[in-house]
C-alpha cells in the first residue's frame, strides 16, 4: 500500500482545495493509506467532504499570527516558536516514512515540505505568476523559489500558461510537468440540481463569481469596472458574489458608496454550482 500525505493551507475553502477532493476521492483505499494536513484546521470539513478512511494532520502551529507589529519583542517570540514548530512538524512527517509527499499549493504549503523526506514529492502551481507572483514574497528572492522547487520530482502547472509563466518570472527547475485539473463532472451536475436560497430577478441579468474575497483576488478590478460601465449598461443585472475573506467589508463599502445596489455578497457557500446554474 501506497502512504501519501497530502498538505494543503486549508481543507475546504476555495478552488485548490476542491482538486485536492477530486484527487483524493479517487484514490482507492485498497491502494492508498491517504493522510490529509492543513495549517487552518477544520475537522469538521474534512468529515463531511473526504472518506471516511482519510486520516488528518493539523499543522495549525504554523499560522502567522498578524497581531503583533514586527518590532513588537512578542512578534519576535512568536517567529521563533513558529520556526520551532516547524522542525517539530518535519520530523514527525518524516517519523512517518511517507512515500510520497505533495505540497497542494505553491508558496507557503510548498517552502514547509521541501526538505521532507519521501520516495516522491510532488508541488502544485495554480497561478500564472505573470499576473500573480505573490510566492515571491514567502520566499524572498527567485533564486531560493527556484532551488526549492528542484527539490521536488515534479513540480506540477495546471495549465501551458502557467507552466510558460514559471519558467519566464522564476526560471526551468527542470522538473515541470502540465496537467490540468481534474473534474468531477458528473458531481458538479448533481449538485447543481440542489435548491438555493435566494432568488433570481428574472427580469434582470445574473452575474455569478466565485472566490475568496482577499486582495490577490481583485473583486475591487470587478467591482471599479461595474460603476464605469453603469452609464453603458445601467442596473439591468444583478451580481452575487459567493466567497468570503478579509476584503469584504472594504469591498462593501464600495458599492454602498457608489451605489452599487444590484451587488450582493452571499458568503461562503459549500455548493456554488446551483446558485451558477
Known amino acids: 500500500m501506497i502512504k501519501l500525505l497530502i498538505v494543503n493551507d486549508f481543507i475546504h475553502e476555495g478552488g ?45 502551529k504554523l499560522i502567522v499570527d498578524n497581531k503583533y507589529k ?41 517552502a514547509l515540505l521541501q526538505n521532507v523526506k519521501a520516495k516522491k514529492k510532488i508541488a502544485w502551481i495554480h497561478f500564472d505568476y505573470r499576473y500573480v507572483h505573490w510566492t515571491e514574497g514567502v520566499f524572498g528572492t527567485k533564486k531560493k523559489e527556484l532551488e526549492c522547487m528542484k527539490k521536488y520530482t ?29 473534474i468531477d463532472v458528473n458531481e458538479i451536475i448533481k449538485l447543481s440540481k440542489e435548491n438555493i436560497d435566494i432568488c433570481k430577478d428574472e427580469e434582470k441579468k445574473l452575474l455569478v ?5 482577499y ?20 442596473n439591468d443585472y ?7 475573506g478579509e476584503q469584504r467589508k ?9 451605489g452599487l445596489s444590484n451587488v450582493k455578497f452571499l458568503g461562503k457557500k459549500d455548493n456554488p454550482y446551483s446558485y451558477i446554474k
Not at 216 to 232: C, W
Request: glycine share 4%.
Open 16 to 60: 485548490t482545495e476542491r482538486i485536492m477532493q477530486n484527487i483524493v476521492n479517487y484514490l482507492s483505499k485498497d491502494k492508498y493509506d491517504v493522510t490529509v494536513a492543513s495549517i487552518y484546521e477544520n475537522n469538521e470539513k474534512l468529515k463531511a467532504f473526504y472518506p471516511s478512511y482519510v486520516k488528518y494532520m493539523s499543522l495549525k
Open 238 to 244: 444583478e451580481l452575487w458574489i459567493i466567497g468570503d
Open 70 to 110: 514586527r518590532y513588537d519583542i512578542r512578534h519576535f517570540l512568536k517567529a521563533i516558536k513558529r520556526r520551532i514548530d516547524k522542525i517539530n512538524y518535519l520530523n514527525k512527517i518524516n517519523k512517518e516514512k511517507y512515500d510520497v509527499v505533495i505540497a497542494m499549493k505553491e508558496g507557503d504549503v510548498m
Open 154 to 182: 515534479n513540480v506540477v502547472c495546471v495549465s501551458k500558461a502557467t507552466y510558460e509563466s514559471v519558467i519566464n518570472e522564476v526560471g526551468d527547475s527542470e522538473n515541470l510537468i502540465i496537467k490540468e485539473n481534474p
Open 209 to 213: 463569481s466565485v472566490g475568496k474575497l
Open 215 to 234: 486582495p490577490h483576488k481583485n473583486y475591487m478590478h470587478l467591482l471599479k469596472a461595474l460603476v464605469k460601465a453603469r452609464s453603458v449598461v445601467g
Open 250 to 258: 472594504e469591498l462593501e463599502e464600495y458599492i454602498k458608496e457608489y
